[in-house]
């Protein structure tokens, strides 16, 4: 069965397909006057046309002009209406001077032309700033989205923020500030370009700084390029470099600080583009800070309380009292000694304070024995280390420190526990950890032996040969 095609209202038809009805009805009363003469011409030979006659075809004559009149009319109007819509449209696109500029002389046609060249050439330029701005925001994306995988802390993503941004609007330099925690002062976090009046160390006052009005009304600032005469009225400006746009690192109706992206390699104001891509970083900016904020909060609950459950297990044997920190400060030592990074360093300061926290699974007769465990109670103590790893392990920001408070007891031959590890197997963090494990237990009172001293400690260390890093012990021996 097939479904009749739908009748189209004449109100609602094209333009086209109006004009063509028109035309065809206006055609036919003349098209119908010629027929009629010309029957009565191939009939009789002649025409006749009586008065009657006449007053008749001329009324269908004026019917007809009438009726194409008023249609065409209601096109008319339909037409000037768009020419209307259209030229309000040019308006807001090119301005009212230069629209009248051009529809100055000549016919329609070529005032139609040349419109019709200008919009083709506006777009042509929108298109490419849309396409420029698109692949701005893909780069910023891009650059920023290679970061987050390798990026070590938020100093380093911020630096990759500021530089990213700075580098997209072409500015000249970046700066990235903070609050402090009574948001009194701004402080600088990260820097990139030229600016060399303003260092990390740059702090001022939040309520005397040109920034004011970006933290109190949490709105972007943007100062355009300036004279000489009006610089002088600004505050702070022989810090910066004009044109500025900054943005408030903004969350939950707190403003954590400001970016501002100072000069530009072009003799030109930052437009909205511009504006608008850095106050979107800005945003994001924020939430990064905060989440880091969070995330250091957190991480530092978790390992002072584990910390704290260090501590008393250390605590239950008068006679391993204070060897948390003295084995932490060894190690820190040690890595200082050997130029390690401050990385390195706080994972074997935290590993230190930490590398005993197993011994919590660890009976008490055992852990406070006033004398040599047997091979049973060995059995137990062995397992300590493992212990100490399961604790540590479900908190992601200790997962660092695994590896070393698990092989603190292994030993470069094989003999330790609690994996056996040989060697190069054997993490050089966890080798300088073992070294100062040992020396402090060495060097302390047992129930079952005295405390040696140094220079007993030093021949101990070397008479453990090749079961501990000798080159580690060099640098111990060098800084008792």
Request: with cysteine.
């Amino acid at each position: 069965m097939t479904t009749k095609p739908k009748m189209t209202p004449f109100a609602k038809a094209s333009l086209v397909s109006q004009f063509n009805i028109l035309f065809i009805l206006i055609s036919i009363i003349p098209l119908g006057i010629i027929y009629y003469l010309y029957v009565q011409l191939k009939s009789g030979g002649e025409l006749e046309l009586t008065a009657d006659n006449l007053s008749m075809t001329l009324m269908f004559v004026v019917l007809g002009i009438g009726v194409g009149y008023f249609v065409m009319s209601l096109i008319l109007r339909k037409i000037m209406n768009v020419t209307k819509a259209s030229k309000t449209a040019l308006e807001n696109i090119f301005g009212q001077e230069k629209l009248k500029k051009m529809q100055e002389g000549d016919n329609e046609v070529a005032v139609l032309t040349r419109t019709f060249n200008e919009v083709t050439t506006k777009l042509e330029e929108n298109v490419q700033k849309l396409e420029l701005a698109k692949e701005t925001l893909q780069t910023v994306l891009t650059r920023v989205g290679e970061g987050i995988s390798s990026i070590q802390n938020i100093d380093t993503f911020l630096e990759l923020i500021v530089e990213t941004i700075a580098q997209a609007i072409g500015g000249k330099s970046g700066i990235l500030f903070l609050t402090d925690e009574e948001r009194t002062e701004l402080y600088v976090n990260t820097i990139y370009g030229d600016n060399k009046k303003v260092t990390r160390k740059t702090k001022f006052s939040i309520d005397n700084s040109i920034f004011s009005s970006v933290i109190l009304s949490k709105q972007n600032l943007v100062v355009p390029k300036m004279d000489e005469v009006a610089l002088k009225a600004v505050a702070k400006q022989d810090l910066f470099e004009f044109p500025m746009v900054a943005a408030p690192l903004l969350i939950h109706d707190k403003v954590l600080g400001v970016i501002a992206i100072c000069g530009r390699t072009v003799d030109i104001n930052f437009g909205d583009e511009e504006i608008s891509l850095v106050s979107s970083v800005a945003l994001q900016t924020a939430v990064a800070v905060e989440n880091d904020k969070l995330n250091v909060d957190a991480e530092k609950t978790y390992f002072d309380i584990i910390s704290a459950l260090a501590f008393a297990v250390e605590a239950k044997d008068p006679y391993s009292r204070g060897h948390l920190d003295r084995v932490s400060d060894y190690s820190v030592k040690i890595a200082e000694k050997m130029n390690l990074n401050e990385e390195d360093k706080r994972i074997l300061r935290d590993a230190a304070r930490l590398h005993d926290l197993g011994k919590i699974g660890v009976t008490d007769d055992i852990l406070c024995k006033p004398g040599p465990l047997n091979d049973q109670e060995w059995v137990v103590m062995k397992n300590h280390p493992a212990i100490g790893e399961g604790i540590v392990k479900p908190v992601t920001s200790l997962s660092n420190l695994c590896d070393i408070i698990r092989h603190h007891h292994e030993k470069l031959d094989g003999s330790g526990y609690p994996d056996g590890l040989k060697g190069e197997e054997i993490h050089p963090l966890v080798r300088i950890l073992a070294v100062a494990d040992i020396v402090d237990a060495i060097m302390t009172d047992r129930p079952y032996r005295k405390a040696l001293t140094e220079d007993q400690a030093k021949k101990a260390l070397r008479d453990m040969g090749d079961t501990i890093d000798q080159s580690i012990v060099d640098v111990l021996i060098s800084i008792l």
